[in-house]
């Protein structure tokens, strides 16, 4: 059974950054990672993917502001760089179906 953990998420102020963490038990090399966002403009928005291998995608929209990495199977960063208003919302990973129930960032001015 595949859990999911998201972690890391807080206050910042604009222009800065954070790094969050999702660490997918139960979940192997061979499956992707995906990091959605629930903001107040979009319900649900895919941000980043991360593939077997390292091979990763980013959303045209925080492209050049965000990356996403790995560090072993189950554990997947997605950094956030020049931190906007339009950022802050619910941060949420899902592998293999499975959903973690998100951690939450806000960006103040």
């Known amino acids: 059974q595949v859990q999911l953990v998201e972690s890391g998420g807080g206050t910042v102020q604009t222009g800065g950054s954070l790094r969050l963490a999702c660490v997918a038990s139960?979940?192997?090399?061979?499956?992707?990672i995906v990091w959605y966002r629930r903001t107040s403009a979009k319900e649900r928005e895919l941000v980043a993917t991360?593939?077997?291998?390292?091979?990763s995608h980013i959303a045209d929209a925080v492209k050049g502001r965000f990356t996403v990495s790995r560090e072993n199977a189950e554990t997947s960063y997605l950094h956030i760089t020049k931190i906007q208003p339009e950022d802050s919302g619910i941060y949420l990973c899902?592998?293999?179906?499975?959903w973690g129930r998100g951690t939450q960032v806000s960006v103040s001015s």
């Open positions: 899902s592998a293999r179906g499975s």
């Open positions: 139960g979940i192997t090399n061979a499956n992707a």
């Open positions: 991360i593939g077997p291998g390292g091979g």
